[in-house]
């Protein structure tokens, strides 16, 4: 019996150190600049706050590619710095520094309070890209560099999740639940190219 634990053993942390490789080198193939240790060291501070506060680290590293490519020293026109790209209020907000570990760990609480808010992971994406307040009569749905950014997402996470989950097959898009169903034709269309499942899609109020 102790045998075949130990085999147990010996099997998931090769097949967890197996998933880290293939993380890791997912993010040196999109950023040539990273060394296999400073790769490693992010692998490591993600999962161990996406475990700490509850957040899918398949989503964290998917906002992670779409934000910065995994280049840290990354600062946009609007002033939003590192690997998850964050406001100068944000690093306030979260008590964190640029550090690696500090702008992923603010990351994380950032996805944390907006899912946590908004209970949805496309709200919460709104929320992390362009403000809460762009949920207010989905006035997102008209700005394109936030359905293009919720598109990119959707896009690579499947992809992401494969990686983590050791290769396995892994086909389905993030469960975009609670959208609105009253939409124009012309608000719905940027939802569509989502590819999300209807059936996932729960019911709610009428949005005014």
């Known amino acids: 019996m102790r045998k075949i634990f130990l085999i147990m053993f010996i099997m998931i942390n090769v097949l967890v150190f197996s998933n880290k490789q293939n ?23 993600s999962m ?38 964050l ?6 907000e979260f008590q964190v520094d640029n550090s690696i570990e500090g702008n992923i760990k603010g990351g994380i609480l950032h996805l944390r309070r907006d899912l946590d808010s908004t209970n949805n992971i496309v709200k919460a994406l ?16 008209k700005i394109k560099e936030t359905t293009d950014y919720v598109t990119k997402i959707n896009k690579i996470y499947p992809i992401i999740k494969n990686i983590l989950r050791g290769n396995e097959k892994y086909t389905e898009n993030l469960n975009f639940s609670n959208l609105p169903q009253n939409e124009s034709e012309k ?11 209807r059936s996932e899609i729960k019911k709610q109020k009428t949005v005014k």
């Not at 779409?66 to 990354?74: A, I, N, R, W, Y």
């Not at 608000?187 to 499942?197: A, F, H, Q």
């Open 23 to 45: 993380m890791i080198n997912f993010m040196r193939n999109h950023n040539k600049n990273l060394s296999e240790k400073e790769a490693a060291f992010i692998y490591d501070v």
């Open 48 to 85: 161990h706050y996406s475990k700490k506060y509850n957040v899918d680290p398949a989503l964290v590293f998917s906002v992670m590619k779409t934000e910065s490519h995994f280049k840290h020293s990354t600062v946009s026109t609007a002033g939003a710095k590192g690997l998850m790209q």
């Open 87 to 92: 406001m100068p209020f944000n690093f306030r």
């Open 126 to 141: 709104v929320c992390y890209n362009a403000g809460c307040g762009r949920l207010s009569n989905n006035a997102w749905l």
């Open 187 to 197: 608000e719905v269309k940027p939802i569509r190219r989502l590819k999300i499942e």
